[in-house]
């Protein structure tokens, strides 16, 4: 049975960090091109981060220089290393696989002071 399991959102100030985790199950992390994908309130699905199976990063421009995606294939999970954030980082934060077949519930990160 497939899950992603989103955890590590909450409450943070202007100018801070979080770290946000998907631990799957179900298929293996580093076969697949794996995204972050968010959405704002009252915003649509924003892309945010993917990392390929050969370990290739990419970050859409409104988190480039602030944002690093990783995985750790022992613990089949990934993460995404949120610094610097800012107010309009806030919002639902998915893990998906390609963005097409599996997807986490998400995990919530709200940048406020």
């Known amino acids: 049975q497939v899950q992603l399991v989103e955890s590590g959102g909450g409450l943070v100030q202007p100018g801070g960090s979080l770290r946000v985790s998907c631990a799957v199950s179900g298929f293996t992390v580093s076969n697949y091109y794996m995204l972050w994908v968010r959405q704002g309130p009252g915003k649509g699905l924003e892309w945010v981060s993917g990392?390929?199976?050969?370990?290739?990063?990419f970050y859409g421009d409104a988190v480039k220089g602030r944002f690093t995606i990783s995985r750790d294939n022992a613990k089949n999970t990934l993460y995404l290393q949120m610094n610097s954030l800012k107010p309009e980082d806030t919002a639902l934060y998915y893990c998906?696989?390609?963005?097409?077949?599996?997807w986490g519930q998400g995990t919530q990160v709200a940048v406020s002071s």
């Open positions: 990392i390929s199976h050969s370990g290739s990063t």
């Open positions: 998906t696989r390609g963005g097409i077949d599996y």
